[in-house]
């Protein structure tokens, strides 16, 4: 990378004052160009032991993926070596070691390999150098060299160490302006997205980066086009959501509605169940009390039934009594009758004797009728005794089917009371049961019915909230119909 004009005179300037700090003057110079003769050998011999070891490390052998590339790497740092054993630190020396500090930077080499690296060579070429300066030495028999050794020790090291500090400063230099100009870049990129952006939040969607912007901030950039795209796919799930929200919003709606009416209908249902169950309560509740009372008229009844089997076997014996006593009379009337008979006979006789007896007998014959009529008159009543005698047996006996027929069917009836009593008590425990089964499906109508009031309330409330769910998703279709989606670039 060829020294910029307007960097040349710094360039130089810091270079002067480094050389003049190190103190690499002629005679330093001359130092170099004594070792540049016959350090041919040596360099190569140092480059190639270094590269071996690049090689084998596995943090640098990646940068160096081909022999070629090692092959070429080398030739050109003994082409540096070359240059600065010259000491000629001129214009040519300059461009070599920025052209080495800028491509470490590009290609992230860290300085830590670089300076690693060069203590590798200077380790193999002072040790060449040292062991080189012995022999000829020795050969000298005893001899000093025209150079002194730490002399070219020390002026190898000094210009190492300058080539390491102006190849380091060079890629710190590179990494500081390019750290700068990406900095402008980013800013200049981030001032053009974060134009983008707000043309986005005024509605604006189909604005576009600028290719410029896309190369030099190619990841903000990149996020910046998925933002957009996916804010896109959110506007337009928002759009198709928001229409789909306020269509089934109106389908709740209407379903709502179906259901506050249907609740309502059920509502006039169970209300009406609910005066029924009430009526049907109360009902059953006065039927319980009816049945209680018949309960008592059958108990009362029974009672009096059985009061009534006591009389008709009372009555039953008195008839028997009073026939009895009517074969007895009968008896005595007939003995009457005869008595009657007999008397009328005697009188006939009397009658006769004393008409027979004349004048004489004329009285007696008085009193013979008077007895014979009184006889008559005692026959007729036996007659008319023994007739209703009869008439009266015949009614006793009468009687006495009667009360038997009465005993038998008050009996009957006293079974059929046990019967009634019987089915009075189950129906009493049914309606008992039917009160307890009314009452809690009044109480359940009751629970329904307050449920079925709560139910069109909350159908109400439900269709309020759709309406307002109706109104709100037309308001949000209207917001994102308001983005723009024309192309425009930033």
Known sequence: MPVKPKEDAQRFAELASRLHFLSIGDKERECLQNLRKGIGPILDESLASFYERVGSNPELSHFFPSQDMVSSARDRQKQHWETILSANFGREYVENVTRIGNT???????????????????????????????????????????????????????????????????????????????????????????QALDQMT?????????????????????????????????????????????????????????????????????????????????????????????????DNFSTAVANGNGDVDALSLSIAQIGEAWRAMLTLVRDISEISTKIRMLALNAHIEASRAGEYGSGFSVIAESIRELAGTTGRAAASITELAQTSQESITSAEISAG????????????????????????EAMKTQSSGARANHEVASRLNQSANQSVEQANKMTESCDKLVDQSGVLTNLVLEFDRAPVEV
């Open 104 to 194: 470490h930077a590009r290609i992230g080499l860290s300085p830590k390999w670089y300076i690693a690296g060069y203590a590798v060579l200077l380790d193999n070429m002072i040790r060449r150098i040292v062991s080189d300066y012995e022999n000829k030495r020795t050969r000298r028999f005893g001899r000093q060299p025209q150079t002194d050794l730490g002399e070219m020790v020390g002026t190898l090291i000094r210009v190492a160490l300058l080539d390491i500090d102006l190849s380091v400063s060079t890629y710190l230099d590179k990494l500081r302006d390019d750290r700068e100009a990406a900095q402008e870049e980013g800013t200049a990129a981030l001032v053009a997205i974060a």
């Open 202 to 298: 005024e509605g604006n969607m189909s604005v576009t980066l600028d290719e410029k912007v896309v190369e030099k901030a190619p990841i903000l950039a990149t996020s910046f086009n998925g933002l957009k795209a996916g804010i896109g796919v959110i506007i337009g799930d928002i759009r198709d959501v928001s229409s789909g929200v306020k269509d089934s919003s109106r389908s709740i709606r209407n379903n709502v509605e179906t259901l506050r009416e249907r609740a309502t209908s059920q509502m006039g249902a169970i209300s009406d169940i609910t005066q029924s169950s009430a009526i049907l309560d109360k009902t059953v509740s006065d039927v319980l009390v009816q049945m209680e009372a018949a309960t008592v008229t059958i």
């Open 405 to 428: 027929r009465t005993k038998v069917v008050l009996s009957d009836i006293e079974d059929g009371v046990g019967v009634v009593r019987d089915v009075v008590a189950r129906i009493d």
